[in-house]
């Protein structure tokens, strides 16, 4: 069967960085009790103009240029988020328009902070199937605009941003996938723990039900991400686990067993960028060459809905 490779990245961010400091002039909170518990030392905080549409935009065309493809090339764009402010025109219609693409199949896919590696596994089954040759697969958010920024529980964690990965098929494929088989599911009775709701829309979660949930029982299901990739956890070259809170990728990325692995820890810059992260984090780490092209690196989203997505891929 047909299979599908990442063949490029790109990542964008809001210029305007929010620090621990500057938070500690908003709320009663300060660097010492932000890092000790999150681990996040800075995030970026888009404009107030700055829609999400613009930043995906924005990581599509470096994706591309990287890809050495152009917008015309692509017939199929996911977008993930969950901070679209419209209803209609979709996030991936208005991104496409952007970038001048022809008549691309457009889907909005919100799965929380785990919608990238959910709408990566859909561009998967899709290229397989034949329905499309190559897919901008986009993850971006801004949390800046749901976050309550008067409660320093939440406003600590979120960052906006995007990241994007050029999809093409890989008839070559064989034994050894670009892009291995997707483990994905949710607790729907736990949904609640992560929440934005209201009008206009904000925030809230369930923080420690939402942290004993990742550290207990996210690994063992990570690991059979890797089983179902053929690949065992030691010879993975990287994990990128969405980038929620330092307090929860480091526990978790020791449970997987990833010895040899870089794990992605771009939540310290950062911070939560919902379905930005995972994108953003391995865009960043191809960029300065910490992975090889061709590595083994695990995907794991998790977070909203109480639900998770994974999937290794060789990198680009």
Known sequence: MTGSRVVALGHYQPAKVLTNDDLAAMVDTSDE?????VGIRTRHVGAPGESVDEMAAHAAAKALAS?????????????????AVDRSPSMSARVAARLGMGSPAVMDINVVCSGFTHAL????????????????????????????????????????????????????AGGRPGIGPVLWGSVP?????VRIEGTPPRFAQEGQSVYRWATTQLPPIARRVCERAGVTPEDLAAVVLHQANLRIIEPVARKIG?????IARDVVDSGNTSAASIPMALSKLLERGEVESGAPALLFGFGGNLSYAGQVIRCP
């Not at 199929?76 to 969950?82: E, G, K, N």
């Not at 499309?132 to 600590?156: F, Y």
């Open 33 to 37: 009790w932000i890092t000790s518990r």
């Open 258 to 262: 990833a010895v040899n692995a870089v």
């Open 67 to 83: 890809a050495g493809l152009q917008a015309a090339d692509i017939d199929m764009v996911l977008v993930a988020t969950s901070t």
């Open 121 to 172: 596994a859909t561009a998967d089954h899709a290229l397989r199937a034949g329905a499309a040759t190559r897919a901008l697969v986009i993850g971006a958010d801004k949390m800046g605009d749901i976050v309550d920024w008067t409660d320093r529980s939440t406003c600590v964690l979120m960052g906006d941003g995007a990241g994007a990965a050029v999809v093409t098929v890989d008839p070559d």
């Open 189 to 193: 009775e736990m949904g609640n723990a």
